[in-house]
């Protein structure tokens, strides 16, 4: 994503003949225009003219990340630039599991949870749980998880600055942060949580998805051998053997979606292609897991577009794991 271009890029997109008419209409109500205010960092403004206002957004280069910023409601950044985001093909948002979301609170300096969003929905059972707590701590976050099986998408947290809390914010499973409040004296402290915050969003995105080690065949003088391996796991942390229901489920629920195509080796072995992506990766299903396999041509984007799918449609309840290794055969 080079910054300064969106603009053009817009008019590219617009020009499809084939162009979704979602994001026709999107382009075709809105007006972009971007100022470079250095090399990393230009302002995007999002005209809306049948509601008579402009949106103003901060972007900044940073290396495989962007980072935006903006102090417009959360309500017309849905309307707006995540829209933006969802549309430019260069980006794709950042999904965190819940147990980054927890990860990343407990690693800032003098947190305490101050409420949280919780949900538990899974393919074993038609319950379904979605929890807002203002107000809570760790203990009632702890009794959610214990008593609904439920896990957040969205945790909220005040940050003390001696003696009171100097800052309060949230970090939510989307891949955004927002601050509500920060005290006026404690700026410094204010700027210091959003730097880390970026930092953790990258860490744990790089931590989950990135492929250190792709299989790739190389030729010897007894023959041929594989090098390189990267596996996510995706972790029913109830254990069931349930191979059979969950490879029917995932193929109703995952693979059939637009997107996809597969063909089955056996039950619960499948090559998948991501035909947004133009890749290919295998899943494989033993007991309630699931693994997904990198292929040479797969990339960090369809591993995370389809951990999300997984997280969002499918089961909210797993663990993520990752294991690359350089030589495997």
């Given amino acids: 994503m080079e910054l300064g271009s969106i603009p053009e890029v817009l008019t590219e997109i617009a020009e499809n003949p084939k162009l979704n008419s979602y994001v026709q209409n999107y382009i075709s109500e809105h007006n972009f225009h971007e100022e ?48 933006l985001i969802k549309y430019l093909p260069q980006l794709e948002r950042v999904f965190l599991t819940p147990g980054d979301l927890e990860e990343i609170v407990e690693d800032l300096y003098g947190t305490s949870i101050t409420g949280f969003t919780a949900k538990y929905h899974s393919y074993k059972t038609s319950k379904r749980a979605s929890i807002r707590f203002h107000g809570g701590d760790d203990e009632d976050l702890e009794k959610v998880e214990r008593f609904f ?31 509500s409040r920060v005290r006026p004296g404690s700026e410094d402290r204010g700027v210091q949580t959003l730097n880390e915050l970026s930092e953790a969003f990258e860490i744990h995105d790089q931590r989950n998805y990135d492929v250190e080690n792709r299989p790739t065949r190389q030729q010897t003088d007894s023959g041929a051998k594989i090098e390189g391996s990267t596996t996510i796991h995706l972790r029913d942390p109830d ?12 193929e109703e629920d995952i693979l059939s979606k637009q997107k996809y195509e597969y063909s089955t080796w056996e039950r619960g072995d ?10 290919q990766f295998e899943v494989t299903v033993e007991d309630s897991d699931i693994s997904v396999h990198a292929k040479e041509s797969t990339s960090s984007s369809s591993l995370r577009d389809f951990s999300s799918l997984v997280y969002e449609n499918f089961d909210s309840t797993f663990t993520l794991e990752k294991d690359s290794r350089e030589l495997i055969a």
């Fill in 239 to 250: 254990g069931d053997d349930f191979t059979g229901e969950t490879a029917d489920k995932l």
């Fill in 149 to 179: 099986d439920a896990k957040p998408t969205r945790l909220e947290f005040g940050q003390r600055n001696s003696p009171s809390n100097a800052v309060h914010s949230s970090v939510a499973q989307e891949g955004h942060y927002t601050f």
């Fill in 270 to 279: 499948y090559m998948v292609f991501d035909k947004d992506h133009g890749e």
């Fill in 36 to 83: 470079l205010l250095a090399d990393d960092v230009s302002l995007v403004e999002i005209d809306t003219p049948n509601r008579a206002r402009t949106d103003q957004f901060i972007f900044i280069d940073d290396d495989d990340y962007l980072r935006i910023i903006t102090a417009e409601r959360r309500k017309w950044t849905k309307k707006t630039v995540e829209k």
